[in-house]
């Protein structure tokens, strides 16, 4: 199956990636990839990291964190088709490379349903889940 190609591709990159990561240097323990998927390929991958720019309210300390799936859209401006099928993959392994909850945030989910994704799929403890875009499921061509 062509879908299991790519999940072992995005595994692989995943662990590939994952050691060479910029906040892996700072301990965070949450590493999350997302990849978006078109015509069978990946066309784009994202990472989650510290925000370049920080908008931070008075009296609070957090600044932001851009989360793997706006970073994965956004570097798939370009080439991100949206009226034709597309997908997406988030992956997180722990220091082991075994496979972790990488479920999406609401606010990241509503980000990528908005956009006209048609599911995520997203690894939990050794294995896959997925959720489908109750609006674009199977809609498009
Ligand atoms: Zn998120």
Not at 15 to 44: C, M, T, V
Request: charged content about 30%; aromatic content about 8%; hydrophobic content about 35%.
């Amino acid at each position: 199956m062509k879908q299991d190609r790519i999940l072992r591709e995005c595994l692989r990159i995943s662990r590939e990636k994952n050691l060479a990561h910029p906040l892996r240097s700072k301990g965070w323990k949450y590493i999350h990839w997302s990849f978006i998927i078109q015509d069978e390929k990946i066309i784009s991958v994202g990472m989650n990291r510290d925000a370049a720019i920080e908008v931070i309210l008075p009296g609070r300390k957090d600044g932001r964190k851009i989360h793997a799936e706006q970073d994965a859209v956004r570097r798939a401006r370009n080439t991100l088709q949206l009226s034709k099928h597309w997908y997406m993959v988030n992956v997180r392994l722990n220091k082991k490379g075994l496979m972790r909850n990488s479920a999406p945030c609401s606010r990241c989910r509503s980000i990528s349903e908005w956009l006209g994704m048609d599911r995520i799929i997203f690894t939990i403890n050794e294995g896959w889940a997925t959720w489908l875009n109750p609006y674009e499921h199977r809609r498009k061509k």
